[in-house]
C-alpha cells in the first residue's frame, strides 16, 4: 500500500507529444523541470479560459443583477447558453487544478517558506528541496 496521499496521485500535463496529445505525471513522478511545466500549462490555459469566457462571463454577472434577462437575448444566444456555462464550469475547475497543484507543490516542500522574510523563487526552491 502506497503511502502517497490520494491527492498526490492527480496527474498533471507536462508536455504535449508529437501527435499534441497531453502526456501526463503525478506529482510524486515529476522532476523540478516538470513540476514548473507544469505549473505554466495551467496557469497558461486559466488564462486562455478566462480571455474565452469573459464575454459571457459578464453577461452572466448582469443577468444575476437583473439588468439582463432571456428576452434581451437573441435566439442563437440563448441556444449557445449551456456550452457557455460548460465553458465557464471548464474555466473554474482549471483554476481549481491550479491551485491544488500549487498547494501540493509547497506541501512536497515544507521547508520553502518556513522562515519569515524567505524571499525565495518558486524555481530557486525546487533546485534547492526538490526531490527529483
Not at 507543490?105 to 518558486?122: D, E, H, T, Y
Request: aromatic share 6%; hydrophobic share 40%; charged share 35%.
Amino acid at each position: 500500500m502506497s503511502k502517497t496521499p490520494e491527492g498526490f496521485n492527480e496527474r498533471y500535463t507536462v508536455w504535449l507529444n508529437a501527435d499534441g496529445n497531453p502526456v501526463e505525471r503525478t506529482l510524486q513522478e515529476m522532476t523540478r523541470k516538470e513540476v514548473m511545466v507544469a505549473l505554466q500549462f495551467l496557469e497558461e490555459q486559466c488564462d486562455r479560459m478566462e480571455r474565452e469566457t469573459a464575454e459571457f462571463s459578464a453577461l452572466a454577472e448582469a443577468m444575476q443583477r437583473g439588468e439582463v434577462g432571456p428576452d434581451d437575448l437573441s435566439d442563437a444566444e440563448v441556444d449557445a447558453l449551456p456550452a457557455k456555462i460548460e465553458a465557464l464550469q471548464e474555466c473554474g475547475e482549471a483554476q481549481q487544478k491550479l491551485a491544488r497543484l500549487m498547494r501540493r507543490v509547497q506541501a512536497a516542500m515544507p521547508q520553502w517558506g518556513q522562515k519569515k522574510g524567505q524571499k525565495l523563487r518558486l524555481g530557486d526552491a525546487l533546485d534547492r528541496f526538490w526531490p527529483r
